[in-house]
């Protein structure tokens, strides 16, 4: 089996960096070296870091930096770092990029003009790392490679020395290599490198292109264009979607709501305000807490609308939280709000207005809270031929002009198609409307020539007497070629309690001396009768 | 005066009391703006009611199994959520059949249903929140398979609290049970009687029940459509009076 190389994997390199720009990147390459070596003579002689002069057109050309954590930190810290060096990066610049879990890049072409040259932007990038306490290294640079490479070598005490002295190692992280190229394929230019002597940057960029390309291959000439200092592709920053987190860790633990609505308030009020400076509103609530028996307890809350009210969030937390409690006592919270655009709504002076969704949300989790979830929302027909067949949504009034042709829908296939089944079925009761009874009610019905006659039953409030009229029966069965349906439908009381199940039973629509009509059936599996519902 | 009285009755939001009176002091005219009531879907009750249900006020619908109050109250939901309001269904005991309001025209996506389970406290405080929370058309709260006596049971002073909460708002609430439970100043009462069914066929096996008729009779203090006003001519249990 051939195992794919580079060049089979990855399409030809773009050529984004013009003649002009080659020229300026040999330039400042050149300055790099004697700037390097004046350092190190500076900083031997007074212990300070120099400072150095930049040529004008640097000022106004690209150019870039890198920020880079010095240690590789924990996952849970990792996080925390990279939000702040996104939002170091942010004060300086919309253009970001987060170039790798440690790594991020900004465009600071222009900067020039408010700030000064690039080491004055490179000072005060590093002040700004250090007053929000990122134990990070700055490199600014006019393209993304040579800022990646020199804040990579940097370290926390030295800058990094000379470009053309520095390893060809440090293109391991800079290179965009196909996911399925093995470890030995990634490492094989790096030990071919080794083993002709090529150790740093700049023996690897004097190189003759032709003869490196005829034996590494296109990726040889990659490995060039960065030694060179070129980009392998043009800046592309992130879109502009910062993450709002907020995470507390309580001095002592928490066990009750009323103490966690104050922390929720905390988190989500300077939340909300960034939402609100950013011209966003959160579509989803993730809420992870920490609890004292090291067990994570985590509540997404999908919002049926972006909403940004911190009192609204903070009353739908609560209410999930009454429903789905925590096992113990709370140590840390952390809130994730997942921002959307914001919600532009034109209200018509035609239409009656509709309840908010703020309104909504809240409405619908505390009903959740007093009767439960599965008990609130709207109906919807579902195209089956089993008796009392729907299925509950998320209660949402905006879209019910386009779901209402898909209710008809669905409405026509379940009461038209399944006869008898339906509330008004074959005996064409469209005026009649049925009030079901979905706990399993069981009558006694007395039969005479293959009819009802009498209904009797032990239960208060359920109709009895004497049948006066009396229509059917329809026979109505389903469900019987399904196994698993057959298992459940043991009894018509299961059926009713869980909609499942196989169905096989004879309708009958009765009018009671009492005065009430009322559709029985006869379960033909477990030969009882039951009252399906009183017409109403 | 009688426009300076006027003008203070509707800033008070009291103007409801207010009819367009003849020189001979004689009813010329609809008593209530249209804007002001929820059509019931029945034309004969939105006749009687002067438009419908009004916005604002406690109504409630009253009668036996098989009387069509259900159909009634089905009804005002689909005339609800047809001119785009939108409509919310406490259903204490959990009787609702989603199939035969689609048949009478319910736009379901447009009703909030509230599945109870059985206990009338727990339906009022349902009830309740979605009074409070405001921006609904029409709310119902269906107490007809409660048991009467734990309807009783309950305080009177909470048809006068859910009748505060409805106060001035642009939702007419109402209530059904199989008697008379309460309604507000402004709003009506509903009595539905047991009615013959109708039925098509002779023999069993070809007989189909083609469904009721409800006849409602109105029994609150609400403008027929002669343009009089109906004396509380009910005979079960009046309601609360505040």
């Given at each position: 089996m051939s195992v794919p190389s580079y060049d089979d994997l990855t399409p030809g390199i773009p050529d984004v960096v013009d003649a002009e720009t080659v020229d300026r990147l040999a330039l400042f390459l050149q300055k790099d070296i004697h700037r390097s070596s004046r350092d190190q003579e500076v900083r031997r002689h007074s212990g300070k870091h120099p400072k150095t002069s930049c040529s004008p057109d640097l000022l106004t050309s690209c150019l870039y930096a890198c920020l880079r954590l010095h240690a590789l930190p924990t996952a849970d810290s990792l996080q925390t770092a990279n939000c702040q060096l996104l939002t170091v990066a942010r004060d300086f610049s919309p253009r970001v990029r987060q170039a790798s879990e440690r790594e991020v890049l900004l465009d600071v072409s222009g900067l020039g003009r408010l700030i000064g040259p690039p080491d004055e932007i490179e000072r005060q990038l590093a002040r700004a790392l250090r007053d929000a306490r990122v134990a990070a290294g700055v490199a600014v640079a006019p393209t993304q490679t040579i800022a990646r490479v020199q804040a990579h070598a940097a370290t926390d005490h030295d800058a990094p020395g000379p470009w053309t002295q520095l390893s060809v190692q440090l293109l391991q992280e800079l290179e965009a290599l196909p996911r399925g190229l093995n470890l030995r394929e990634r490492a094989r230019p790096y030990e071919t490198l080794e083993r002709w002597g090529i150790a740093t940057l700049g023996e690897l960029a004097a190189l003759p292109s032709a003869d490196l390309s005829s034996r590494l291959g296109r990726r040889g000439i990659a490995l060039q264009r960065l030694a060179r200092g070129l980009d392998a592709a043009p800046f592309v920053p992130d879109a502009d979607t910062p993450r709002f987190i907020g995470r507390l860790e309580l001095e002592w633990p928490i066990d009750a709501l009323e103490p966690l609505s104050f922390v929720f308030a905390r988190l989500l009020d300077p939340l909300s305000a960034a939402l609100e400076r950013a011209d966003r509103g959160a579509a989803a609530v993730r809420l992870d807490l920490r609890l004292t028996d090291r067990a994570t307890h985590t509540r997404v809350l999908q919002l049926p609308a972006p909403m940004r009210d911190p009192r609204v969030l903070r009353t739908l937390l609560l209410l999930d939280l009454e429903s789905h409690p925590p096992s113990a006592a709370v140590d840390i919270v952390a809130i994730e709000l997942d921002p959307a655009p914001s919600r532009i709504t034109q209200f018509s002076l035609l239409q009656r207005a509709l309840p908010s969704p703020e309104t909504l949300s809240t409405l619908t989790a505390r009903l959740s809270a007093l009767v439960g979830e599965s008990r609130v929302g709207s109906p919807v027909l579902v195209d089956s031929h089993r008796p009392d067949?729907?299925?509950?949504?998320?209660?949402?009034?905006?879209?019910a002009k386009g779901a209402k042709r898909a209710n008809g829908a669905d409405g026509a296939g379940a009461?038209?198609?399944?006869?008898?089944?339906?509330?008004?079925?074959?005996n064409g009761a469209k005026d009649a409307v049925l009030r079901r009874e979905r706990r399993s009610v069981a009558v006694h019905v007395s039969v005479e020539h293959g009819r009802p006659v009498h209904v009797a039953s032990s239960r208060r409030g359920v109709p009895y007497g004497v049948i006066v009229q009396a229509a059917g029966p329809w026979?109505?069965?389903?469900?019987?070629?399904?196994?698993?349906?057959?298992?459940?439908?043991?009894?018509?009381?299961?059926?009713?309690?869980?909609?499942?199940?196989?169905?096989?039973?004879?309708?009958?629509?009765?009018?009671?001396?009492?005065?009430?009509?009322?559709?029985?059936?006869?379960?033909?599996?477990?030969?009882?009768?039951?009252?399906?519902g009183i017409y109403d | 005066m009688r426009a300076a009285l006027e003008s203070l009755l509707r800033a008070r939001k009291l103007d409801v009391t207010l009819a367009p009176l003849g020189p001979d002091g004689e009813l010329t005219g609809p008593a209530y703006d249209a804007a002001r009531v929820a059509q019931t879907g029945t034309p004969a009750l939105d006749a009687a009611l002067g438009g419908g249900f009004r916005r604002g006020h406690l109504s409630d619908v009253a009668g036996a199994p098989s009387s069509g109050r259900t159909t009634i109250v089905v009804r005002a939901i689909a005339a609800a959520t047809a001119r785009g309001d939108a409509a919310a269904l406490v259903d204490a005991c959990d009787t609702f059949d989603p199939a035969s309001a689609a048949a009478q025209g319910v736009d379901l996506p447009h009703l909030l249903w509230v599945r109870g389970t059985g206990d009338a406290a727990q339906a009022v405080k349902a009830y309740s929140l979605i009074l409070q929370a405001g921006g609904f058309g029409l709310v119902v709260l269906d107490l007809a398979g409660a048991a009467p006596a734990a309807v009783r049971q309950l305080p009177a002073t909470t048809w006068m609290r859910l009748a505060r909460i409805v106060e001035g708002s642009e939702t007419a609430a109402l209530l059904v049970g199989a008697d008379r439970i309460a309604r507000s100043a402004g709003g009506a009462t509903i009595a539905c009687e047991t009615i013959a069914a109708g039925w098509q066929g002779t023999a069993h096996r070809a007989r189909v029940f083609t469904g009721l008729a409800p006849a409602p009779r109105l029994i609150g203090g609400r403008r027929t459509e002669g343009g009089g006003r109906n004396a509380d001519a009910g005979s079960g249990a009046k309601p609360p009076k505040w």
């Open positions: 067949a729907f299925a509950m949504t998320r209660y949402a009034p905006e879209g009461n038209g198609a399944n006869g008898a089944n339906g509330a008004n079925g074959a026979r109505a069965s389903g469900g019987w070629w399904d196994d698993a349906c057959r298992a459940q439908g043991r009894g018509p009381g299961d059926r009713h309690r869980n909609g499942q199940g196989a169905w096989n039973r004879d309708e009958w629509d009765v009018a009671l001396s009492g005065g009430a009509v009322c559709r029985i059936f006869r379960d033909r599996m477990s030969e009882r009768w039951f009252l399906e | -």
